[in-house]
Structures are given as structure tokens and as C-alpha cells.
């Protein structure tokens, strides 16, 4: 089959390799019809992310159709049309029994590496290093889905895959994000980064209440794309954060703030310099520029909620700060199998309509030019999807 390869520091390629197999008996084989690259796949392409190897296969955010299943999954039959979390859970440990589905116990196979990083391993993610569990991932004509019998959602046949794809990953992390700003009515949230995850955090913030949005970005497109939703935005490039949020909140700052950057945040101000000059000597993995303004603009007692990615130690975290002011931090990767089913009947409500994301469509033989594309021209381009 054809798949999607990691093959170093901004270098993917589209090689033949070998079709994926049944290994165990809650295995599927998924006929991929439509994938998705993530802002967090730009992370490995950029190299941020450590235990990649040459000729792993990308790719999160996938869907099709069940071409094959162990003997042990009988929820779901040969021929269904599902979407796959991008979190892998084996559905049967204490973690996924307190629905802390990301924090799965049981799926990685080599958990040793993030142990020693963080303590505990989180759940193994499909493409994402070997970190988090090497398992091949879905920018790919086929993939295998470990534990089918718990992940998989199947979607009815009167919804595309472009309405429902995102399932995969960015609603569910976009809504989950809001969710864990604890909105009530009346509730200002402001939101760092209008990329794909951010547009659907603000999105969701509006469906859970929030009277008003503040989107931070400096692409113009993803301003808009905000605005479209309802959202006010302010151009960090060209305008002093800080004071237009005090401007905008009465000089209480927002009730809640989002960190939709992560790890590769820009910025105009001393400490983006800073971290970028750090990172540049290899000093750093994370810069955390976004998040520190998030946190400045945070009023007190509110929540900071981080969707956005991190992988190491972070430098000039202002602790003090969010002690100061009483903050709330809620954090990780998203708890998926939590929000499939809802979300599937939202989008299905017409609530939301996915495909709003969408700037472009490739060939899965073009990913290499829709790598490219997404990582240097944030402005033209927002979300792509990939047709193998
Ligand atoms: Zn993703
Ligand atoms: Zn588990």
C-alpha cells in the first residue's frame, strides 16, 4: 500500500509498504478514505517531537471503511463506515474505566520512554513517535486499529466524511478544551492560536455558553475565519494584548483562557525572542510564549485550559503568577471516546458543520506539497485533508 513516511527534519515522503495485518484478536484493518494533517503533526515535520523513526507512518486523523476484524470485535461488522479516535484505549484498564481515556494504562507497548520523561506514560497515539506507542499511522491507504471493539465510531451514510472526519481529533479536542474552561453564562474566553483546534474551541465555547470569544492570532484568514463564528480577535503583530483584553473585559480580564499553540508559539515580545533564541541552540523543546501571555490575561480565579501541545520542560513559567491569582490549569490530550457520540449528534443537529475548516484538498500522493503548504503558508492554508 501507499502511506505517508517520516523520513527527517521536514521530509515526508509517499513510500509502498507493506498492507497492515490482524495481530490481535480486537484488531481492525481500516480501508482509509479520508485523513487529515494536524497542526500537531507539524510538531514531528518540524522535528520538536523525539522517537521518530525513518519510514514511520503519520497520520492521526483518519477514517473509512472496516475491511477486516478480529475474532474478539463484535460491535462492529466488515463494510461499516467509521471514524477512529486518534487516542488509543484499551477500554478495560482504570483509566479508561474513569473514562480518562487519554491516560489509558494498556495501549502503549513500550511505555519505558515516556516513564522516564514524565513519570507514567499517557495513552499511545496512532502516528505520533515511538514516545507514545510507534503505532503506524493513518496517512495511509490502510492502517490497523488496535482495541476496534472500544475506539471506532460508525457514522451514517447521510454524513460525508469532510462533516464528520474531524471527529477524529480537533472538535473533540476544540470542545473538550472548552468544556474544561468550566463556562458559565456571561463567561469571556479568550483563545491563543486560530488554527484548526482553536476555531473549533471557539466554536464550542459559544454551544457551552460563553457571551463573548477573543481569538488571539496574526493570520488574517483565521481572524476572519474567527470572526465568521462570532468571535472578536485582536492581531498580536500589531496590537498590545495585554491592555486590548483589559480594554475589552472592563479591566477584569477573561474569566477563561485557551492555549491553542502549544510548543512552536510566535511572538513579537522579549520572551518569544528569548525562547525562540534557546530553542534555536537546541537549549529548549517547548516555547512556551503563548501560554505565558494566556496566563497573564487570565483574571483572577479563572481557568487556563491548554489543548495545545507540549513535550518537555518549560522555561520562565510564570508560577508565580497563577499562584497570585488563584488559577485553575486544566490540561492533556483529549478524552475521545468521551465526546464521539455527542458530538456525531451535534453535527448531525446541525449545530456545527465540520467542514467550515477546510482550505484544501489533496491527493494522498501529494502530501509532501500539503506538508510544505501547511507549515509555511499559515495563511493561505488551514486545515488539509489528504484522499488516499
Ligand atoms: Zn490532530
Ligand atoms: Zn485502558
Not at 507514567?120 to 513517535?129: H, I, R
Not at 451535534?346 to 500539503?370: Q, S
Request: with cysteine; net charge negative.
Amino acid at each position: 500500500m501507499k502511506a505517508v513516511t517520516w523520513c527527517g527534519k521536514q521530509n515526508v515522503k509517499v513510500e509502498r509498504v507493506d498492507d497492515p495485518k490482524i495481530i490481535n484478536s480486537r484488531d481492525a484493518i481500516v480501508r482509509v478514505t479520508s485523513t487529515a494533517i494536524c497542526g500537531s503533526d507539524l510538531h514531528l515535520y518540524n522535528g520538536y517531537i523525539p522517537t521518530m523513526g525513518k519510514g514511520d507512518i503519520l497520520g492521526h486523523e483518519f477514517m473509512g471503511e472496516i475491511v477486516e476484524l478480529g475474532h474478539d470485535v463484535h460491535n462492529l461488522a466488515v463494510g461499516d463506515r467509521v471514524v477512529v479516535p486518534f487516542t488509543i484505549s484499551c477500554g478495560k484498564c482504570w483509566f479508561c474505566e474513569q473514562t480518562l481515556w487519554s491516560l489509558c494504562d494498556n495501549s502503549n507497548p513500550s511505555p519505558e520512554k515516556a516513564e522516564a520523561m514524565y513519570g507514567f506514560a499517557p495513552s499511545a497515539l496512532f502516528g505520533y513517535s515511538h514516545l507514545f506507542g510507534g503505532y503506524a499511522g493513518g496517512q495511509a491507504e490502510y492502517v490497523r486499529v488496535p482495541f476496534a471493539d472500544t475506539g471506532p465510531i460508525k457514522v451514517p451514510d447521510d454524513l460525508s466524511d469532510e462533516q464528520v472526519l474531524f471527529l477524529s481529533d480537533i472538535f473533540p479536542t476544540g470542545y473538550q478544551a472548552a468544556e474544561q474552561c468550566n463556562i458559565h453564562k456571561g463567561d469571556v474566553v479568550a483563545i491563543w492560536g486560530a488554527g484548526p483546534v482553536g476555531q473549533f474551541a471557539i466554536r464550542s465555547a459559544f454551544m457551552l455558553g460563553a457571551a463573548r470569544v477573543i481569538a488571539i492570532d496574526h493570520y488574517v484568514s483565521r481572524l476572519s475565519m474567527a470572526e465568521q463564528a462570532g468571535a472578536e480577535t485582536i492581531d498580536f503583530s500589531d496590537e498590545y494584548v495585554f491592555d486590548r483584553i483589559m480594554d475589552m473585559t472592563a479591566g477584569r480580564g477573561a474569566d477563561a483562557v485557551i492555549d491553542a499553540v502549544g510548543l512552536e508559539s510566535h511572538g513579537i515580545t522579549p520572551d518569544a525572542l528569548y525562547d525562540r533564541l534557546k530553542a534555536a541552540a537546541y537549549a529548549a523543546t517547548d516555547r512556551p510564549h503563548a501560554l505565558r501571555q494566556a496566563i497573564h490575561c487570565c483574571r483572577k480565579g479563572g481557568t487556563v485550559s491548554i489543548p495545545g501541545v507540549y513535550g518537555g520542560l518549560l522555561d520562565k513559567f510564570p508560577l508565580g503568577a497563577a499562584f497570585g491569582k488563584g488559577l485553575t490549569f486544566r490540561m492533556g490530550q483529549t478524552h475521545m471516546h468521551r465526546y464521539l457520540q455527542p458530538l456525531l449528534d451535534r453535527i448531525r443537529n446541525g449545530d456545527i458543520d465540520p467542514t467550515f475548516v477546510i482550505t484544501h484538498r489533496f491527493k494522498l500522493g501529494e502530501a509532501p506539497k500539503a506538508y510544505d503548504l501547511f507549515n509555511e503558508n499559515k495563511t493561505e492554508c488551514i486545515k488539509v485533508i489528504l484522499k488516499p
